[in-house]
């Protein structure tokens, strides 16, 4: 059975950090390209971060560059999102996605992903 399962999030304060795991059970999960979306309150679901199958190249949304980190382990079939310096605005529930042989131009299409996972909240208070 093809699923993603994403663990690790809570209620932080912020500045504080989380890191979520995703755990996949994928078939040659080395050819999907992984990538992190949130889902706050009454707004659409955002790309956060995107890698490679390689882990070569990692892209990220502007507003969380240089403060949340992707990675994945190929050996572990596991995709990690390291978030540090929390802010009440990162407050959403997070996604894990997956897509098999997709083209880097559309990572942050949440569209152009073939699996989700059921999301994990992340709270952040001031």
């Known amino acids: 059975q093809v699923q993603l399962v994403e663990s690790g999030g809570g209620l932080v304060q912020a500045g504080g950090s989380l890191r979520l795991s995703c755990a996949a059970s994928?078939?040659?999960?080395?050819?999907?390209?992984m990538g992190w979306f949130r889902q706050a309150p009454a707004k659409e679901r955002e790309s956060v971060a995107a890698?490679?199958?390689?882990?070569?190249?990692?892209d990220y949304a502007d507003s969380v560059k240089g403060r949340f980190t992707i990675s994945r382990d190929n050996t572990k079939n596991m995709v990690y999102l390291q978030m540090n310096s929390l802010k009440p605005e990162d407050t959403a529930v997070y996604y894990c996605?997956?897509?098999?042989?997709?083209?880097?131009?559309?990572?942050?299409?949440?569209?152009?992903?073939?699996?989700w996972g059921q999301g994990t909240q992340v709270t952040v208070s001031s």
């Open positions: 994928l078939r040659s999960f080395n050819a999907y390209r």
């Open positions: 890698v490679d199958w390689s882990f070569r190249t990692t």
């Open positions: 996605a997956a897509a098999r042989l997709s083209s880097w131009d559309t990572r942050h299409d949440a569209g152009s992903y073939d699996v």
